[in-house]
């Protein structure tokens, strides 16, 4: 027997409101703001540490900056898109290295390098750049759940449609299962 044709739900919209907040901006403008904010964070991380991803100098290239550059500086700066964007911000993540990466190989491959310095090859630096990339998705789903932990996912209020109640205990205690 179907009791929620019965009994109408009952729908706290004020408890609702207090766990799902609006966003601060459009979606496109989230997106936007995340992926140049994410672009300048990689190029200032990159000056400051002092790496060029696409430049190999021997053993020397690969240094503790260099690690830095490659794992944790990527992981904030993902963390920073998916708290800007919210969700989908692993997604939008991919794109703010794959740019300025580009950028930055293209400006060595028609500038002059100084002197000792050789551009990695084509594939090698494709793989770092995806390595970016990924490390780059990873911080963007860490900050996508820690914006979910602050503002929700959907705007969705009550039980979802698809949500029967369930029978009331008393309803049942006077009932034989025979």
């Known amino acids: 027997m179907n009791h929620s044709a019965d009994q109408p739900v009952m729908i706290n919209k004020e408890a609702a409101m207090d766990v ?11 997106g936007v703001t995340a992926f140049f904010v994410g672009g300048a964070l990689i190029q200032t991380a990159l000056e400051l540490l002092g790496v060029h991803l696409e430049w190999f100098v021997g053993m020397a290239t690969f240094n503790a900056n260099w690690l830095v550059a490659m794992t944790l500086m990527p992981v904030f700066v993902g963390i920073v898109i998916g708290m800007i964007y919210g969700f989908g911000g692993k997604y939008l993540a991919h794109f703010p290295p794959l740019t300025v990466l580009l950028i930055s190989y293209y400006q060595s491959t028609h500038g002059v390098l100084p002197e000792g310095v050789e551009l990695l090859p084509w594939g090698l630096w494709v793989m770092f750049m995806i390595l970016q990339m ?6 963007g789903f860490i900050g996508e759940i820690l ?23 008393g309803e049942q205690v006077g009932q034989s299962r025979g």
């Open 147 to 169: 914006v979910r932990r602050r503002t929700g996912w959907l705007h969705r209020y009550g039980a979802a449609p698809d949500a029967d109640p369930l029978p009331d205990d």
């Open 134 to 139: 990924e490390f780059c998705a990873v911080g």
């Open 20 to 30: 799902v907040h609006q966003q601060w901006a459009p979606t496109w403008l989230r």
